[in-house]
Every structure is written in structure tokens, then in C-alpha cells.
């Protein structure tokens, strides 16, 4: 993708040179003072004539190449989510975004895509996605405690077209920015880890996509074994553009910078999700049959 950016470079040849008098006492040159004024009046014109006009190409940069660690969780091998699912707090009644979740290739690479659903008709904005991901299950509950950094790759994509400050539709990504949060500890407290993740921000205004490695740290508390709520939460702030957003790569690490392995297998999900309504089901029927 190319765009185009015009800059005129205006050229001016004349030069001209100013005679002052009065406290050096030397009288005025009537000739040279005529030369001068011949000078400014003529060096505007001389400008325009020789005005060039010059096209300076902007090319689109190349996607990142990936290189993900050995425990990366990389969306590569199936369409699992890795436990990803919205929060829904207040039901989407709040600042919070419904989201349409799938694992979705771009630019050749199968990533977690993010569809933002809801628009805040009265701020005219997309409302904040939250993405949960559940750390005891990711890791292990029995591993939480070995958790002390994360890495991940964001990219956002140009949905719906930008209006810019002069009027004029762009199909930009624009402002990409939010941050991550977590449940830590055995009472599932909230923290946001430091790093790169806490407060991202980047922003493209020419090409159709953008992209953001970000690492977390747990620096003042962290995980506690055993923890069945644990969680990782990524958050976008609000924007008047629709874009998506992809998440890739996500990698755990111990104090000494070693990744951890995923103890999730892709269809894990899927199962329990299929236990649970099994017996919900065989409850019910129990529960119809007492009451008969």
C-alpha cells in the first residue's frame, strides 16, 4: 500500500543586502537603495516561477516476522480460545464492549481476533473490550506462583473509516491504546503488572494496520498457587473508528526469564463447557422428577 505526500519546496535565487545609515554617519547611496528595493519587490515573484513541486512516496512497512518461544501460545494448531472469553461484568451495560472472539489468519499469521461489538452512541466511541484469560488453567494452578513476567503481540486493524481534523475519510487503525490487568494473590486482588503492558500506546495514520510488543511484570504481588481465579486481562481503550485487534504470542515467565510451559490443551474448554451442560441437564430432570 502506497500513499503519496505532496510538499512544495519553494526556490528563491535572489539575495539582496540592506545599507544602513544614521549613527555611522555615512550618507545614503540613492543607487544601491534603489537596488535593494528592486531586489524585494522582485524576490517573490522569482520564488513562485521557480516553485517545484515534488512527490515523496510512503511505503507501507513490512509485518513482523514472529519468533515465538517454544511455549508461546500461539493459536497455530487449532481454533481453542486458550480460555479467552469477555468479562461481562455489568452485562455490557457498562464501559465494557461485547466481543466476537474467534482465531482468524492476518498477514500469515493465525492470531486471537478481537471483533468489537458495541458503539457508545452518546460519547461516539467503540466501548472498552476486556478480555479474560485464566491463568490457573493456562499454567496450572499448582505453577501460578512461578508466573513473574509476560510477553504478547498486539496488532489493530482498520475496520471502519477514521474522519480526520480536515474533514477527510482515512481507513487507519489510528490510536491503539489500554492496558493489562490481573487477579493475583489467594484473595484475588487486582493489580496491573509494570512494564511495557501497563499504559501501551502507539498510534498509525497511514497505513491500514499497526502492531505492539508489550511485556508485563508482577513486581509487588503476584500469583499464589492454587488460585482458581487467577486471571490476565487485556483492556482497549475507547476509539471513534471501528478497528480489530489481535493478540498473539502470549509467553510466561519465571524470576530468571525462563518461559513456562501452557499445561492447557486446546479442547479443554470446549469439554468442560460440554460437562457442564450435560449436568445442568441431568439436574434438571432430577429435579422435574422429584417434583412429580
Known amino acids: 500500500m502506497k500513499k503519496k505526500l505532496i510538499s512544495v519546496l519553494a526556490v528563491c535565487a535572489a539575495a539582496f543586502s540592506v545599507t544602513s545609515c544614521g549613527s555611522t554617519g555615512i550618507s545614503e547611496d540613492t543607487s544601491v537603495a534603489e537596488n535593494d528595493t528592486a531586489a524585494v519587490t522582485s524576490a517573490p515573484e522569482e520564488a513562485e516561477a521557480t516553485a517545484e513541486t515534488t512527490e515523496e512516496e510512503l511505503v ?5 516476522v514472529f519468533t515465538p518461544d517454544v511455549n508461546a501460545i500461539t493459536f497455530n494448531d487449532s481454533d481453542d480460545l486458550f480460555t479467552a472469553h469477555c468479562m461481562a461484568q455489568k452485562n455490557f451495560e457498562n464501559d465494557e464492549s461485547n466481543c466476537k472472539l474467534s482465531v482468524a489468519e492476518y498477514k500469515g499469521e493465525r492470531q486471537l ?3 468489537i461489538l458495541d458503539y457508545d452512541n452518546e460519547k ?3 466501548k472498552t473490550p476486556k478480555i479474560v484469560f485464566d491463568m490457573d488453567e493456562l499454567v496450572g494452578a499448582e505453577n501460578l506462583s512461578k508466573v ?5 503481540d498486539i496488532t489493530q486493524v482498520a475496520v471502519g473509516e477514521f474522519k480526520g481534523d480536515d474533514g477527510e475519510m482515512m481507513l487507519v487503525p489510528g490510536n491503539l491504546m489500554g492496558t493489562f490487568g490481573s487477579n493475583v494473590g ?3 486482588e487486582w493489580y496491573q503488572p509494570a512494564g511495557s503492558a501497563n499504559e ?3 498510534a498509525e495514520w497511514n497505513f491500514e494496520w499497526e502492531h505492539i510488543n508489550v511485556e508485563g511484570k508482577w513486581l509487588l504481588k503476584g500469583f499464589a498457587d492454587g488460585n482458581t481465579e487467577s486471571t490476565l486481562v487485556f ?3 475507547s476509539i471513534p473508528n471501528q478497528a480489530d485487534v489481535y493478540i498473539d504470542n502470549i509467553t510466561f515467565y519465571d524470576e530468571d526469564g525462563n518461559s513456562i510451559p501452557i499445561a492447557y490443551k486446546p479442547g479443554e474448554a470446549s469439554e468442560d463447557a460440554e460437562e457442564a451442560e450435560t449436568e445442568a441437564a441431568e439436574t434438571e430432570e432430577e429435579t422435574a422428577a422429584e417434583e412429580q
Open 60 to 64: 507501507e512497512p513490512d509485518y513482523p
Open 113 to 115: 481476533k478481537i471483533e
Open 124 to 126: 461516539y466511541m467503540y
Open 148 to 152: 513473574k513476567s509476560f510477553t504478547c
Open 186 to 188: 489467594e484473595e484475588s
Open 200 to 202: 501501551y500506546a502507539t
Open 235 to 237: 483492556m482497549r481503550w
